[in-house]
C-alpha cells in the first residue's frame, strides 16, 4: 500500500498515514467476518435445553447469514462487521507502530 500510495500522490508527508489507512482497511474487510465467527465459537453457552448454539464453524458462518443477514430484515452482511470501529482503531494502531 505504501508503494502504491507513493506512486499515486507523490513525496508528500502523509504517504504513510494514507498507506497506513488503506491497508488497514483492506485487511479488515477480508479478516473481520472470520474473527466474528471465531468469537461466536469461543464465547458460546449452552441454550435452556443444553445444547450448544453452534456445532462447527461452517455451521456458525451459516447461521449468521441465514438469521442476521436476512434479506427480509433489509440487512447485508454488516453482521460480520459488528464492532469494527473498536477492531480498525486496534490494527490501525498496531501497523502504524511497526
Same mark, same amino acid.
Do not use: D, H, N, Q
Given at each position: 500500500m505504501k508503494e502504491n500510495t507513493y506512486?499515486?500522490?507523490?513525496?508528500?508527508? #502523509?504517504?504513510? #498515514?494514507?498507506? @497506513? @489507512?488503506?491497508?488497514?482497511? @483492506?485487511a479488515m474487510a477480508f479478516s473481520m467476518p472470520f474473527d466474528t465467527v471465531r468469537t461466536r465459537l469461543h464465547t458460546m453457552r449452552p441454550l435452556p435445553n443444553g445444547a450448544m448454539p453452534y456445532k462447527d464453524t461452517l455451521d456458525c458462518f451459516g447461521k449468521i447469514l441465514k438469521y442476521e443477514c436476512a434479506w427480509e430484515k433489509y440487512n447485508n452482511f454488516g453482521s460480520f462487521y459488528s464492532g469494527g470501529q473498536a477492531y480498525f482503531a486496534r490494527l490501525w494502531v498496531i501497523a502504524y507502530g511497526s
Open positions: 506512486y499515486f500522490f507523490g513525496p508528500i508527508s #502523509l504517504v504513510r #498515514l494514507v498507506a @497506513t @489507512t488503506a491497508g488497514v482497511a @483492506t
